[in-house]
């Protein structure tokens, strides 16, 4: 029964991680999604200076956009970190 309880406790510790990850990221998701585009007018008087558009309009045109997709793939490697960490991990299929 030791198993059974360690068990018991590892999954809920990871759990416990994974939605405190998820909120995380639920949090920042909202961030670049709303509130962001909720300042575009202030945020047009800052000028990129690279690239001479406003910041307001990068922000709703693009950036939001490349936020999210390096949310996914910094999601997807703490999830995986957290599962290696309790020991529930997918093993890769080319390793034997």
């Given at each position: ?6 068990l ?5 510790a ?9 909120l ?9 999604g709303?509130?962001v ?8 008087k800052?000028?990129?200076?690279v ?9 709703a045109?693009?950036?939001?956009l490349i936020?999210f ?8 490697k703490?999830?995986e ?11 890769d299929?080319?390793s034997?």
């Amino acid at each position: 029964m030791p198993d059974s309880a360690d068990l018991k406790q590892r999954e809920e510790a990871h759990w416990r991680k994974t939605t405190r990850l998820m909120l995380t990221h639920l949090v920042l998701w909202f961030f670049f999604g709303y509130v962001v585009h909720m300042f575009v007018v202030p945020l047009n008087k800052i000028i990129i200076p690279v690239l001479g558009f406003p910041l307001g309009f990068y922000m709703a045109a693009q950036g939001s956009l490349i936020a999210f997709v390096v949310m996914l793939f910094v999601f997807a490697k703490q999830q995986e970190n957290i599962d290696r960490e309790f020991g529930f991990a997918e093993e890769d299929e080319g390793s034997n």
